[in-house]
């Protein structure tokens, strides 16, 4: 079964379900790294069909994939797969799409697919100094182009990295996702006030919206607006809440910053 190759109608029993255990290991792959939920399905549904499956049904939340199969041809078959809470990791999604398209081009074992599903999900991200220059370099880059002048932009550099050092070695370890998101937004408000205030930056609100954008959850709300397009109106909304709630958090931390500063400077910071 490992290394033998099987294609429809030739699977027993077993290797059904092994099958049906495989495509949800796919969705929640694809699921927890921030995936659309009709490529969540489709990439179950083909993996499915490609292996003579034809009675499976999936029904996926924001949280949880629940997943049926079985007829008078088929084994019965249910599952409730809880999907934890995680970031948006676009490499993973691509991966197991690509996957998905070599098991409908060469049906391949699936031992190998389950091997590569593992391999997929334990690949590792950027190193921490590459995502936190990145934050710099994009907060910068932001800045520039939204009118701010170099001044501006190095002062957006400096406070991204700031950011993301907290993001990386302090938020993701110890706080919820509304403390860390409310002291991101501190941090940055904070460290780009003193530095407006020691004269290097010369547009306040230049260099506080840019440095901001590595926190802002862009795939998270465009793939909500895409989901509710497609008429999943629940998960989509789910998501759209999550990302609106996400900037309301953000935003507090940094009117709370401001208004501190307003507060000792007596009006004169704004």
Known sequence: MENEKRCPGELSPEEQREILEVAILAGQILLENGAELFRVEDTMERICCRYGIQSVSFFALSHV????????????????????????????????NQ?????????????EIKKRL?????????????????SGI????????????????????????LLYVYVIYFSSLYLSKIVGSIG????????????YLLR????????????????????????????????NYIFGSVR???SLLVFFWIATGVGLVLSLF?????????
């Open 65 to 96: 994939i629940f997943m049926t199969s079985g007829s008078e041809r088929e084994e019965n078959f249910a599952k409730v797969q809880h999907v934890p809470v995680g970031g948006t990791r676009l490499d993973r999604v691509a991966a197991v």
């Open 99 to 111: 996957l998905s398209r070599e098991i409908v081009k060469d049906c391949l074992s699936i031992g």
């Open 118 to 134: 593992n391999q997929i999900r334990g690949m590792k991200g950027e190193s921490s100094v590459i995502q936190i220059l990145a």
């Open 138 to 161: 994009g907060s910068a880059c932001f800045c520039y182009l939204a009118g701010g002048t170099l001044l501006d932009s190095l002062s957006a550099f400096i406070s991204g990295v």
């Open 184 to 195: 991101g937004g501190a941090v940055v408000a904070f460290s780009c006030t003193i530095l």
């Open 200 to 231: 290097f930056g010369e547009h306040l609100n230049y260099i506080i919206i840019c440095s901001i954008m590595p926190l802002i959850p862009g795939v998270t709300l465009i793939n909500a607006i895409r989901d509710i397009v497609e008429g």
């Open 240 to 242: 759209l809440l999550d």
């Open 262 to 270: 307003r507060y000792l400077t007596g009006g004169a910071l704004l």
